[in-house]
């Protein structure tokens, strides 16, 4: 299509001008905030990099070294950027003069470290973390001098454990206020109290207009149609904004929208991450859960229990225990080194990931600190981490992924009941070519077998394996990713051909001997049930059956020392954890003591997290840490009778969420009051609703919903379940490719692939989750790559050519009119489909005069070879308007 002058695009985007300058209003409170590290990189901080630079460096490079090394200090954050006698260890966001960087790479053998007598050089994927952290800015906590681990054994953990959030939540009377009449909920009145008390008064309400946009985003993620919009504003009944919010809680696009929120906290992805980066073909069963769970309304603490130990909960049919099941895999989605040589390092790492995950995204804690020592902050000892670590080893988690080069770690899937119903992607195996594939492997196997004995013969004679043919070596690591392929494609069928139901999850280890288990030796079969002759071989387990943890010193694998009963974290207990059975994980137990009434977290959490999605930031700011490196609440009070008040509705989310948004405070415009302004910048008193810029998939699904594209029937799998198992950009073309990762296909964004490090571009510009951590809180950037992408993505365009026709469409010209015909009508269409209002006179003004720049035939449409120009000019036309529009700031924020 041809191509005009960008200059008209700005004009509109000026005539859209105030929508962007009413976001200023609010900049100056976001200072104090961006100078805060988030929370995901704190954590990343906390749980990659510290803990590598205590180990391995703080003995030569701290305040407290017997004899300091090069003028080098990384025991705080002034020291590692500052550097030494070499210059900066770290220069935050630049890879190639950070020293440190090239030190951990062992570039140069005079200024590698660690040195060999420390352990020699890190592994791979913990130089990745290194340089990921330095890419990401090097966020670093320790403020001023030095911090040594000697200063930090200083905390008083004894003084923590009156930390409010370690005691249960108290029902508080709602307090009473001036304005009764203002209030129409117990949260208003809360809120209202604390504003009262600072002398300060609530902003106006929210025209209708804007409130239906922001409930329809908030609650399914797309913007109102044109008919749902008048059939709102003709609607002058007091409760027709309950009907509307009644509707929308009981659409299935709720599922999709408040599933996704859930998926961000579950770490959800469908590859391992890490260095090789395998596909997960079977993670969207897990997706497709979270959402009928939350259009189900299921009780958030059956929610919970299910996902953690579903496996061993008592089923009433065969569909309803495959769907346990298939919860479970919440506990088997986490990232993975499936590269990893040691196998216990390998257990003791999921193990971790896993406590990572339930204690940061259920309770909001960062239990998984304290594995290499005490807890630094929190009263948790390094005791009760390998406590609950035993309950995870004692877990037999089930990814799958196939068995080859870089895949030390292949598991079994969970193969599910044909009787269940569930849905499946793979086509029936045909006779013929079942026979032609195993023909193919057992001819791949051969040829595997005689190198791998050539190879063994080799070393039995004291010569290099396979002598010095690099080639052969390469063939066999070609052969062992092949078969491995072929064995797991094989192993989806069934003997008649059709295809197995296989599910990511959870089981627990046998408490008996692993010879005795059935598969569970020394190499566990990668399928349920094994393969044929025994060939589906997996990783070798470490922890083969139920099992007390050791406390390993520091973390470190090689220093075991007793091991620790399995149980919980007793700050949180409360004298009432459960005890855990003989024979069995603790799974059971675990899921019971984190939604006992009785845990003081669990409702809490929750609950600010709805908060959180709903206003754009928590009661407690730092959603995912409730410990004593976080924030305290705005309104406890109020965060307590809304945790208590969850548990009383039967932990309803629907209900929690119908209460917030017919609660007086989310209906406020966002209004910018400068008395409010200078008592609470921050809007920690909700005297307004704050501006909140859309997260990536509404601004996807917002564009193919208003073009007319958006599919709205959900999908079976995606494009990741269709690919099968592999690499994800694996090397010399095998795995899924990064082009068909982005291929774009019209339905809603949480059916799109989701993979570790190749995250769709029109999701990963816009601060798409990361994947690889708990994100209760996604970070929210304003950066020109978002704009460039707005402005010249093949995406866009092709929306806004839609949105174009579409506008035209609504407003034909007829026979004798060109495509210019009724151009006032399809600007105010235009805009109405959009931003769900009329332009005002200025706009309406700035768009009349932008079609004034295309040729002056454009309008006319006549036909013949000049009216074909003319037509195609006309689309030119509207597809940039359209296009601009979409670039606008008020198509991405809600008000």
């Known amino acids: 299509m041809k191509t005009y002058q960008i200059s008209p695009i700005f004009a509109l985007l000026l005539a859209a001008g105030p929508a962007m300058a009413a976001l200023d209003e609010g900049k100056k409170a ?41 003028g080098l200090m990384v025991d705080s954050r002034e020291g590692i950027r500052r550097g030494g006698d070499s210059g900066p260890a770290v220069v935050p966001g630049n890879l190639k003069d950070s020293l440190l960087i090239e030190a951990i790479h062992y570039g140069n053998k005079d200024t590698a470290m660690p040195p060999q007598k420390a352990g020699g050089k890190l592994p791979a994927d913990v130089i ?43 029902k508080t009377e709602v307090p009473a206020v001036q304005d009764a009449a203002w209030a129409r909920a117990d949260i208003d009145r809360f809120l209202l109290a604390g504003l ?4 300060l008064k609530p902003v106006a309400d929210a025209d209708k207009l804007t409130l239906i946009r922001r409930v329809y985003f908030d609650l399914v993620g797309v913007p109102p149609s044109l008919d749902e919009i008048r059939a709102f504003e003709q609607d002058k009944s007091p409760n027709a904004f309950a009907t509307v919010v009644d509707r929308l809680l009981n659409s299935p696009q709720f599922g999709e929208r408040w599933g996704r929120h859930w998926l961000d906290v579950a770490r959800y992805a469908e590859s391992s991450g890490k260095e ?89 804690m960062t239990i998984a600190c304290a594995r290499c020592h005490d807890h630094k902050f929190d009263p948790i000892p390094q005791r009760e981490y390998y406590a609950m670590a035993g309950i995870f080893l004692s877990t037999d988690t089930r990814y799958g992924t196939a068995s080859g080069q870089q895949n030390r770690h292949a598991t079994q899937l969970i193969e599910l009941p044909a009787s ?35 190879r063994m013969e080799a070393r039995r004679e004291g010569k290099p394996a396979n002598g010095v043919d690099v080639k052969k ?129 669990t409702s809490r959490v929750m609950v600010n997290r709805v908060w959180h999605w709903l206003f754009g930031k928590g009661i407690v700011e730092s959603t995912d840490n409730f410990g004593t490196t976080g924030h305290l609440p705005s309104d406890q009070a109020l965060l307590d009778h809304l945790a208590l008040d969850f548990q009383k509705k039967g932990y309803s989310v629907k209900k929690i969420i119908r209460e917030i948004v017919l609660s007086h405070a989310y209906q406020l415009s966002s209004n910018f009051n400068p008395k409010d302004f200078a008592a609470d910048p921050e809007n920690t008193l909700v005297w307004r609703m704050s501006k909140r810029r859309l997260d990536a998939e509404c601004i996807r699904d917002a564009m193919l919903s208003v073009s007319g594209d958006l599919q709205y029937s959900a999908p079976v799998g995606d494009a990741v379940a269709m690919a099968g198992d592999g690499m994800i950009n694996g090397p010399r073309g095998r795995g899924m490719s990064e082009a068909q990762l982005n291929v774009d296909t019209p339905v809603r964004s949480v059916y799109l692939p989701d993979a570790r490090d190749a995250v769709p571009e029109s999701l990963a510009l816009f601060d798409f989750a990361e994947n690889s951590l708990v994100t209760g809180d996604r970070e929210t950037t304003n950066v020109p790559s978002q704009a460039l992408f707005m402005l010249n993505s093949k995406f ?15 407003y034909p010209s007829g026979p004798n009119g060109g495509l210019g015909a009724n151009l006032q009508e399809r600007i105010t269409y235009a805009y109405w489909l959009v931003f769900s209002r009329p332009p005002d006179n200025a706009e309406r003004t700035a768009a009349t005069a932008f079609f004034t720049r295309f040729p002056a035939n454009w309008a006319k449409g006549q036909s013949g070879a000049a009216g074909v120009r003319d037509a195609d000019a006309a689309r030119a036309a509207w597809t940039s308007f359209c296009r601009a529009l979409f670039a606008s700031a008020e198509f991405r924020y809600v008000n």
């Open 128 to 170: 990745q973390d290194f340089e990921k952290w330095v890419q990401m800015g090097a966020p670093d906590p320790r403020n001023g001098g030095p911090v040594t681990v000697a200063a930090a054994k200083k905390y008083d953990t004894e003084k923590s454990k009156d930390w409010w959030a370690f005691k249960a939540p108290k």
């Open 473 to 601: 070596g390469v063939r066999l690591l070609i052969l062992l990713t092949q078969t491995g392929m072929l064995e797991s494609e094989l192993n989806s069928f069934d003997a008649s051909g059709r295809p197995k139901i296989l599910a990511m999850g959870a089981k627990d280890r046998p408490a008996m001997s692993s010879a005795s288990a059935g598969g569970g030796g020394r190499f566990g079969g990668m399928f349920a049930g094994g393969g044929k002759g025994g060939r589906f071989y997996g990783s070798v387990t470490a922890f083969p059956t139920i099992t007390d943890s050791p406390l390993y010193a520091r973390g470190d694998v090689d220093k075991p020392g007793d091991k620790v009963p399995r149980g919980f974290v007793s700050i949180l207990s409360n004298g009432n954890a459960p005890a855990i059975p003989e024979g069995t994980s603790g799974r059971l137990e675990l899921a019971e003591w984190l939604t006992a009434p009785t845990n003081p977290l």
């Open 420 to 454: 269940s119903g569930l849905p499946t992607i793979t086509k029936i195996l045909a006779p013929a070519e079942r026979a032609q594939k195993e023909k193919q492997l057992a001819d791949l196997e051969k040829e595997r077998n005689e190198m791998i004995s050539e």
């Open 30 to 70: 976001d200072v104090a905030q961006a100078e805060a590290i988030p929370q995901d990189q704190l954590d990343f901080f906390e749980k990659k990099i510290r803990p590598v630079l205590t180990d391995k460096c703080y003995k030569c490079h701290s305040e407290k070294a017997e004899k300091l090394k090069g």
């Open 196 to 199: 009262e008390a600072k002398g």
């Open 796 to 810: 866009v365009e092709k929306r806004a050519e839609r949105l174009g026709e579409r506008v035209v469409a609504g």
């Open 276 to 364: 090789a980066n395998f596909a997960y073909p079977h993670a969207w069963r897990y997706r497709d859960y979270v959402i009928a769970a939350f259009n189900a309304d299921k009780p958030y603490d059956e929610f919970l229990r299910e996902q953690i130990a579903g496996d061993l909960l008592p089923a009433k049919t065969e569909r309803e225990r495959a769907e346990h099941e298939v919860a479970t895999g919440y506990l088997a989605i986490g990232a993975k080194s499936q590269n990893e040589n040691n196998p216990r390092q390998y257990a003791l790492d999921v193990a971790d990931e896993q406590i990572d995950a339930i204690s940061q995204g259920v309770l909001g």
